[in-house]
């Protein structure tokens, strides 16, 4: 895609990159920058002294070091740029995570026919890698997920300073991978709601008609109706009362049954309580304004409600 004349100039794309782009993006002539370092000042100083030594006591020793010295210079700024031109970046898969814990966006790069030594790249990290020629290699930079929802990758700066340390060539880009920040979940223990589903029924129930099928360990959810008070009074431990059939218990999760002084505190609770559902092997559903998931359980389910609750409101 070209670019106008003004956007060509544009600060931002110096330091932000272009608009983000969901495809693999070459390095190019277009969004490689480079620029002399410190020590590359320091050297076009040392030029500048030697042109000078040479011109006030009329050394040619000084002269043919200093033209030397500047043909150095110039041929290291193609050398620089080389460096980066044709690499190949591209966005790869990003796994949800919870807010608060590191996000890991994982980008893969790909060196083409020339090695690339000493690439560094960053996003909120640093990371340094060596890319042998025709090997693809997919690294991984994290950044920490605040905020719950799909959150797009930062500018991710690509940037060189080979091979003498005295240019460095830069390309700042942008990728549309967002990745989804679940809600935080709410300190562990929190119980399960009584009510829920907004039909007054309880939250955790078995449904009439089940036949008893035996005691169990006590589990975090089950309800004090489901504790085999009988046992617990011979010192057997608490266990809770399992009933058969094809109508297992079920949980209602609801945004209206859980506490909090303002949304994202409720919906940490809820998470909470997605959460120690799937791991307690519960049939659960979730109730949000506008959206009602059936209960169920399992890998695809637990997503299911989690999207739902890091998208709510967003």
């Known amino acids: 895609m070209s670019l106008k004349l003004s956007e060509r100039f544009r600060l931002s794309r110096f330091i932000r990159g272009e608009a983000p782009s969901g495809d693999a993006i070459e390095l190019n002539h277009r969004r490689i920058f480079i620029i002399p370092n410190r020590r590359g000042l320091l050297f076009v100083g040392l030029i500048g002294v030697l042109l000078l030594i040479g011109y006030v006591y009329g050394n040619n020793l000084c002269y043919l070091l200093g033209f030397l010295l500047a043909g150095v210079f110039f041929v290291t700024i193609l050398h620089t740029y080389l460096a980066l031109a044709g690499l190949v970046v591209r966005a790869g898969r990003q796994a949800p995570v919870f807010a608060g814990q590191p996000a890991a966006y994982a980008f893969t790069l790909e060196p083409g026919r020339r090695p690339r030594p000493n690439l560094e790249l960053s996003l909120r990290s640093r990371l340094t890698v060596e890319l042998p020629a025709e090997q693809s290699r997919t ?4 950044e920490t997920a605040a905020l719950r929802g799909r959150r797009q990758p930062g500018t991710l700066t690509v940037s ?75 010192g057997q431990g608490v266990h809770s009362k399992q009933y058969g059939g094809n109508t297992a218990a079920e949980l209602w999760l609801d945004l209206q049954a859980a506490s909090g002084h303002h949304l994202e505190e409720r919906l940490s609770l809820l998470c ?37 609750l890091a998208v709510f409101g967003v």
């Open 160 to 234: 060189s300073s080979y091979p003498l340390g005295i240019f460095r060539a830069w390309s700042p880009l942008r990728f549309d991978s967002p990745l989804l920040v679940y809600p935080k979940p709410a300190e562990p223990g929190a119980p399960f709601p009584e009510q829920a589903g907004g039909d007054g029924r309880a939250g955790y129930r078995a449904r009439g008609g089940d036949e008893f099928n035996g005691l169990r360990a006590y589990q975090l959810g089950d309800t004090l109706r489901q504790i085999d008070w009988k046992t617990y009074a011979k």
């Open 139 to 142: 690294v991984t930079l994290f």
């Open 272 to 308: 909470r309580w997605v959460v120690d559902a799937e791991h307690a092997g519960l049939r659960y559903g979730l109730v949000l304004p506008n959206l009602r998931l059936a209960p169920d359980r399992g890998t695809q389910h637990y997503r299911r409600c989690l999207e739902a």
